[in-house]
């Protein structure tokens, strides 16, 4: 069984940064790709970033949702275990609970059926 842990949600102000981290446990880590996804009060699950297995033909390749384009980056610490989003430039609809997902097949897509495993989420509210 695969277990993610995400951290790093809290209050901040508009135009304030965040940086959450999701940590994976097991062995073979640098092979899944990994996304981020939130859901934002009322409103259904979104996608916002994934990035793919390290290595090979995909070699931590990333995709983003177009709502963050520009103000968020995904990256991964393969040494760590450990998938990060960067979020800089916060609005107010950036508010939601965040969760990190793993693909064991590797692949970095913005479709939350191909993930297999999933954290409980962090929450991230912005408001002054």
């Known amino acids: 069984q695969v277990m993610l842990v995400e951290s790093g949600g809290g209050l901040v102000q508009p135009g304030g940064s965040l940086r959450l981290s999701c940590a994976v446990s097991?062995?073979?880590?640098?092979?899944?790709?990994m996304g981020w996804f939130r859901r934002p009060p009322g409103k259904e699950r979104e996608f916002v970033a994934a990035?793919?297995?390290?290595?090979?033909?995909?070699?931590?390749?990333?995709v983003y949702a177009d709502s963050v384009k520009g103000r968020f980056t995904i990256s991964r610490d393969n040494d760590k275990n450990t998938v990060y989003l960067q979020m800089n430039t916060l609005k107010p609809e950036d508010t939601a609970v965040y969760y990190c997902?793993?693909?064991?097949?590797?692949?970095?897509?913005?479709?939350?059926?191909?993930?297999?495993?999933w954290g409980q989420g962090t929450q991230v509210t912005v408001s002054s």
């Open positions: 990035i793919s297995r390290s290595g090979g033909r995909w070699d931590s390749r990333t």
């Open positions: 997902a793993a693909d064991p097949r590797g692949y970095y897509s913005g479709t939350y059926d191909s993930y297999d495993y």
């Open positions: 097991g062995r073979t880590f640098s092979s899944y790709g």
